[in-house]
Every structure is written in structure tokens, then in C-alpha cells.
Nanobody
Framework: QVQLVESGGGLAQPGGSLRLSCAASGSIFKIYAMGWYRQAPGKQRELVASIPNGGSTNYADSVKGRFTISRDNAKNTVALQMNSLKPEDTAVYFC????????????WGQGTQVTVSS
């Protein structure tokens, strides 16, 4: 089992910045990749960014050049720096961890609200 606890989020103005952090605990040695997803009202959950072990980062086209995902393996954390925020970035953001020891398993944080509004 992997437990994920998010922090950060809140309200930002268009063009502003926010930073999300996620701390993993439990069977962290099994984690293959970590990432962030988001879900806006009435929409499906979508991938924002991901970072696998020793691999290259992956971003949704809508956030490329504005968001940066980073991972600190020593602290078992993953962060999402969000710059140049737009109203369409408003959503609940979820931290995600993927393990592949016994098939693919996804673990989720509780979600944190990000609202971009003037």
C-alpha cells in the first residue's frame, strides 16, 4: 500500500503561480512513477504531468511550458510548480503513484482544490 498526502493549492489570479506538493509513505520502494491528475466539474480526470523512475517527464499539451513536475526520491515527494495560471486550470488536483510489482496499481491522494480567478 502507498499513502499519498497533498498540500498546497488554493486561489490564484490569472497569470499567477501555485505549488502543489505530495508526500508518499508506505510501500514507497514499489513506486514506479508519480504524477498529478486533475478533474474539473463535469469533466473526466486527466493527466497533468508524470515522472517515472529515472525517466523523462511527461506533460499534457495544455500545461507544457507553464507547469513543472519534480520528484525528490530522498524525501519521497513529488511537486508541481504551476506558473502562468489560467482560469481553465481550475480543478481538483490529485497526486498519483503507480506500482508495477503485482500488475499495475494506482494510488491516489485526497485531492486539493486549485481555483484560478480574478
Amino acid at each position: 500500500q502507498v499513502q499519498l498526502v497533498e498540500s498546497g493549492g488554493g486561489l490564484a489570479q490569472p497569470g499567477g503561480s501555485l505549488r502543489l506538493s505530495c508526500a508518499a509513505s508506505g510501500s514507497i520502494f514499489k513506486i514506479y512513477a508519480m504524477g498529478w491528475y486533475r478533474q474539473a466539474p463535469g469533466k473526466q480526470r486527466e493527466l497533468v504531468a508524470s515522472i517515472p523512475n529515472g525517466g523523462s517527464t511527461n506533460y499534457a499539451d495544455s500545461v507544457k511550458g507553464r507547469f513543472t513536475i519534480s520528484r525528490d526520491n530522498a524525501k519521497n515527494t513529488v511537486a508541481l510548480q504551476m506558473n502562468s495560471l489560467k482560469p481553465e486550470d481550475t480543478a481538483v488536483y490529485f497526486c498519483n503513484a503507480v506500482t508495477i510489482v503485482l500488475g499495475v496499481q494506482n494510488y491516489w491522494g485526497q485531492g486539493t482544490q486549485v481555483t484560478v480567478s480574478s
